[in-house]
């Protein structure tokens, strides 16, 4: 067997389990993908390159054809092809992003993480090994960011092994120290177990049943109380009043996700019932299933709006909080530009029932939680499943 053929073998196998192992739903694992930088700068050529960064970008996303069959209904061959297909454009950014002399690969890498990081590749930038800085610096904030973009450009260059061995002891002594990020006093993350029906049953005995939730919620000294992802459904004038008459004179304010509709489209949005309307409108909806942007030039109309660079941060009660929906949480940019604004608070709400039997919502769940610790910001999740 040709030496390149059984290292590309190797490091094919390697690049699986770095995917694998770091985008598990596991927060302290996520170092774990920090592997792929040492394994494509050992690449012996262009074939190997897209081989490994396939292998590694197609384990860590392994939920998706599971879940884009589940939220069509339909069999699991559309689910393959969505996957293969959101798997090109990291592939193609690290294959260009390559060189044959061993000295440019560092550099090299660190353009393909800023490419994958902001649009319009970086709206698949899915299984960016940078997540994993509050793993291993927690606290550090931006310059966790810094030191471990040096880490994975160090991992790049003939040195990498060594670099492992200095990553891994960071490793260590985070794991020993972790401690989940702290919920804010008096602020309260509600899950749901309702599956597709949340957002979809538009009956006011659901309304009812979520405005008990609140209240329960309330009852055990929460005054600000998060509801998930497309919780209200479509927010309608009538909605609004029934709402504002449930919550009155209780002192609750409740953030909660909606659409807000009209005849171009929708918005995907936070709301704040408690006179405040609109608190947050999504930056980067799912792709296809939610955000398709070449609708209008087949006559179709009503998908969800992207807001890219809008509305990074929001305010409640005097406190800036940092607001995060669903597919915005496996993503590089949303949080960076929200985190750029200083906020005392983050916010991550999702409706993952079409994730069922994934690991899809673990690993939105570990990746807020990484970022949180990184910025030593307090965090509160709500989602439904």
């Known amino acids: ?26 927060v302290l694992l996520l170092p774990a993908s920090c592997a792929f930088a040492l394994i494509w700068s050992r690449a012996p050529n262009r074939m190997a390159v897209v081989i490994v960064s396939a292998g590694y970008f197609m384990a860590a996303s392994r939920g998706l054809p599971h879940g884009v069959s589940h939220f069509y209904s339909t069999d699991v061959w559309a689910g393959l092809i969505f996957w293969l297909v959101a798997s ?5 950014v690290h294959l260009a992003a390559w060189s044959k002399r061993q000295a440019r690969r560092p550099l090299g890498f660190l353009v393909a993480m800023l490419v994958m990081a902001v649009p319009p590749f970086g709206i698949t930038g899915w299984a960016h090994p940078v997540t994993a800085s509050g793993v291993l610096f927690p606290g550090w904030g931006w310059w966790g960011l810094a030191a471990m973009t040096a880490g994975l450009m160090g991992l790049a260059t003939r040195m990498g092994p060594a670099v492992v061995v200095a990553l891994a002891g960071f490793w260590l002594w985070s794991a020993a120290i972790w401690t989940e990020s702290k ?100 930056r980067m909806p799912v792709p296809v299933s939610m955000w398709r942007p070449w609708g209008p030039w087949f006559g179709e109309q009503g998908g969800a709006r992207a807001h890219f660079f809008a509305n990074p941060v929001a305010e409640v009660g005097g406190r800036r909080i940092a607001p995060l929906i669903c597919y915005e949480q496996l ?11 200083g906020p005392d608070i983050m916010v991550a709400v999702g409706n993952g029932w079409w994730t069922a039997g994934s690991s899809i919502v673990d690993i939105q769940r570990a990746s807020v939680a990484a970022w949180a610790r990184l910025f030593g910001t307090p965090l ?4 439904n499943t």
Request: zero cysteines; glycine letters at 12%.
């Open 1 to 26: 067997m040709r030496p390149d053929l059984m290292l590309t073998g190797v490091l094919a196998i390697a690049a699986i389990l770095a995917g694998w192992i770091g985008w598990n739903g596991n």
């Open 183 to 282: 919920v804010p006093l008096a602020w309260h993350g509600v899950d749901l177990e309702m599956g597709s029906s949340l957002g979809r049953d538009a009956s006011l005995r659901r309304q009812r049943d979520l405005i008990a939730t609140v209240h329960g919620a309330a009852s055990q000294g929460a005054r600000v109380i998060v509801l998930p992802e497309s919780a209200l459904g479509f927010w309608t004038p009538t909605l609004s009043t029934f709402w504002r008459e449930g919550l009155q004179g209780s002192g609750i304010t409740v953030i909660a996700g909606a659409a807000s509709l009209d005849p171009a489209g929708y918005d995907n949005v936070l709301l704040m019932i408690d006179g405040g309307g609109i608190l947050y409108r999504e």
């Open 380 to 383: 509160v999740i709500s989602f």
């Open 331 to 341: 993503l590089v940019w949303p949080v960076l530009q929200s985190m750029l604004e």
């Open 88 to 92: 090109v454009s990291f592939v193609l």
